[in-house]
Protein backbone atom coordinates (compact mmCIF):
# COMPACT_ATOMS: atom_id res chain seq x y z
CA UNK A 1 0.00 0.00 0.00
CA UNK A 2 1.77 3.18 -0.92
CA UNK A 3 1.88 5.82 1.84
CA UNK A 4 -0.30 8.50 0.96
CA UNK A 5 -3.26 5.54 0.61
CA UNK A 6 -1.68 4.13 3.75
CA UNK A 7 -2.16 8.13 5.60
CA UNK A 8 -5.36 8.37 4.41
CA UNK A 9 -6.56 5.06 5.55
CA UNK A 10 -4.99 5.69 9.16
CA UNK A 11 -6.88 8.99 9.33
CA UNK A 12 -9.92 7.06 8.37
CA UNK A 13 -9.95 4.96 11.02
CA UNK A 14 -8.92 7.82 13.57
CA UNK A 15 -11.56 9.44 12.26
CA UNK A 16 -13.83 6.66 12.69
CA UNK A 17 -13.55 5.58 16.26
CA UNK A 18 -11.95 9.11 17.59
CA UNK A 19 -15.44 10.95 18.47
CA UNK A 20 -17.20 8.05 20.41
CA UNK A 21 -14.33 7.57 22.22
CA UNK A 22 -13.88 10.58 23.30
CA UNK A 23 -16.77 11.63 23.89
CA UNK A 24 -18.68 8.43 25.22
CA UNK A 25 -16.54 5.79 25.57
CA UNK A 26 -13.41 7.07 27.85
CA UNK A 27 -14.95 8.00 31.09
CA UNK A 28 -12.86 10.85 31.74
CA UNK A 29 -13.79 12.78 28.44
CA UNK A 30 -17.37 11.71 28.49
CA UNK A 31 -17.58 13.19 31.68
CA UNK A 32 -16.88 16.34 29.74
CA UNK A 33 -19.25 15.96 27.12
CA UNK A 34 -22.28 12.83 26.78
CA UNK A 35 -22.07 12.39 30.69
CA UNK A 36 -21.50 16.39 31.49
CA UNK A 37 -24.85 16.89 33.62
CA UNK A 38 -23.90 20.66 32.72
CA UNK A 39 -25.13 20.17 29.60
CA UNK A 40 -28.72 21.39 28.34
CA UNK A 41 -30.53 17.94 26.28
CA UNK A 42 -30.21 20.08 23.11
CA UNK A 43 -25.87 20.65 23.55
CA UNK A 44 -26.11 16.66 24.35
CA UNK A 45 -28.08 16.21 20.47
CA UNK A 46 -25.59 18.21 18.65
CA UNK A 47 -22.73 16.31 20.49
CA UNK A 48 -24.34 12.41 19.42
CA UNK A 49 -24.95 14.28 15.97
CA UNK A 50 -21.20 15.15 15.95
CA UNK A 51 -20.08 11.61 17.19
CA UNK A 52 -22.13 10.11 14.66
CA UNK A 53 -21.30 12.57 11.71
CA UNK A 54 -17.64 11.38 12.23
CA UNK A 55 -18.22 8.30 12.19
CA UNK A 56 -19.92 8.42 8.75
CA UNK A 57 -17.53 10.40 7.21
CA UNK A 58 -14.56 8.18 8.69
CA UNK A 59 -16.24 5.11 7.39
CA UNK A 60 -16.87 6.94 3.40
CA UNK A 61 -12.90 8.30 3.84
CA UNK A 62 -11.86 4.92 4.35
CA UNK A 63 -13.67 3.27 2.01
CA UNK A 64 -12.67 5.19 -0.60
CA UNK A 65 -8.99 5.01 0.44
CA UNK A 66 -9.10 0.92 0.58
CA UNK A 67 -11.44 0.48 -3.08
CA UNK A 68 -9.56 -0.23 -5.89
CA UNK A 69 -10.62 0.43 -9.30
CA UNK A 70 -10.71 3.15 -11.75
CA UNK A 71 -9.74 6.49 -10.71
CA UNK A 72 -7.34 5.77 -7.56
CA UNK A 73 -5.76 9.44 -7.43
CA UNK A 74 -9.38 11.06 -7.35
CA UNK A 75 -10.88 8.61 -4.72
CA UNK A 76 -7.99 9.77 -2.17
CA UNK A 77 -8.07 13.36 -3.14
CA UNK A 78 -12.21 13.04 -2.19
CA UNK A 79 -11.66 10.53 0.85
CA UNK A 80 -8.80 13.14 2.13
CA UNK A 81 -11.65 15.88 1.75
CA UNK A 82 -14.28 14.32 3.53
CA UNK A 83 -11.63 12.89 6.31
CA UNK A 84 -10.89 16.45 6.57
CA UNK A 85 -14.26 17.75 7.04
CA UNK A 86 -14.28 17.11 10.98
CA UNK A 87 -10.84 18.16 11.80
CA UNK A 88 -11.26 21.71 10.08
CA UNK A 89 -15.08 22.44 11.42
CA UNK A 90 -13.05 21.71 15.09
CA UNK A 91 -10.89 23.56 14.83
CA UNK A 92 -13.29 26.44 12.93
CA UNK A 93 -15.49 26.11 15.56
CA UNK A 94 -13.42 28.19 17.80
CA UNK A 95 -14.04 31.09 15.75
CA UNK A 96 -17.55 31.48 16.91
CA UNK A 97 -18.09 33.68 20.05
CA UNK A 98 -18.45 31.92 23.25
CA UNK A 99 -17.28 28.70 22.29
CA UNK A 100 -13.93 26.82 23.99
CA UNK A 101 -12.03 23.76 23.68
CA UNK A 102 -13.14 23.02 27.20
CA UNK A 103 -15.53 23.54 29.79
CA UNK A 104 -13.71 25.97 32.78
CA UNK A 105 -14.41 23.64 35.48
CA UNK A 106 -12.31 20.65 33.54
CA UNK A 107 -9.50 23.23 33.06
CA UNK A 108 -7.10 20.90 35.35
CA UNK A 109 -8.30 17.43 33.95
CA UNK A 110 -7.33 18.71 30.24
CA UNK A 111 -4.53 17.64 28.54
CA UNK A 112 -2.22 20.19 26.27
CA UNK A 113 0.17 19.45 23.60
CA UNK A 114 2.46 21.96 22.42
CA UNK A 115 -0.01 24.72 24.21
CA UNK A 116 -3.15 23.40 21.93
CA UNK A 117 -6.05 21.39 23.77
CA UNK A 118 -5.43 17.88 22.91
CA UNK A 119 -8.53 17.62 20.51
CA UNK A 120 -7.48 20.34 18.91
CA UNK A 121 -3.55 19.13 18.71
CA UNK A 122 -4.95 15.66 17.41
CA UNK A 123 -7.18 17.67 14.45
CA UNK A 124 -4.09 19.37 13.32
CA UNK A 125 -1.79 16.49 13.25
CA UNK A 126 -4.36 14.64 10.88
CA UNK A 127 -5.03 17.71 8.72
CA UNK A 128 -1.19 17.87 8.44
CA UNK A 129 -1.17 14.27 7.47
CA UNK A 130 -3.75 14.17 5.25
CA UNK A 131 -2.22 17.61 3.31
CA UNK A 132 1.19 15.38 2.96
CA UNK A 133 -0.85 12.56 1.47
CA UNK A 134 -2.74 14.82 -0.73
CA UNK A 135 0.60 16.22 -2.46
CA UNK A 136 1.78 13.24 -2.65
CA UNK A 137 -1.13 11.91 -4.18
CA UNK A 138 -0.79 15.00 -6.39
CA UNK A 139 2.63 14.33 -7.64
CA UNK A 140 2.04 10.47 -8.31
CA UNK A 141 2.02 10.34 -12.01
CA UNK A 142 -0.27 9.38 -14.03
CA UNK A 143 -0.29 6.88 -17.09
CA UNK A 144 -1.47 9.12 -20.50
CA UNK A 145 -3.72 6.86 -22.01
CA UNK A 146 -5.73 5.72 -18.73
CA UNK A 147 -5.33 8.27 -16.45
CA UNK A 148 -4.54 6.17 -13.71
CA UNK A 149 -1.71 6.24 -11.19
CA UNK A 150 1.20 4.39 -11.87
CA UNK A 151 2.01 3.27 -8.64
CA UNK A 152 -0.68 1.82 -7.04
Not at 120 to 141: G, Q
Request: charged share 10%.
Amino acid sequence: MPLPRLLIALVGAVTTVSAVLADLVVPDLAAQHAFNPGWPPHAKFHDAQYMLMTVLLGLIGLTLSLRQGRNPRGRLLCAAAILATPWLSMIGALLFPGTAAYDPEFATQTLFVLGMHGQVFMAVVLILALLAATAATLRTPTHPATGRRTVT
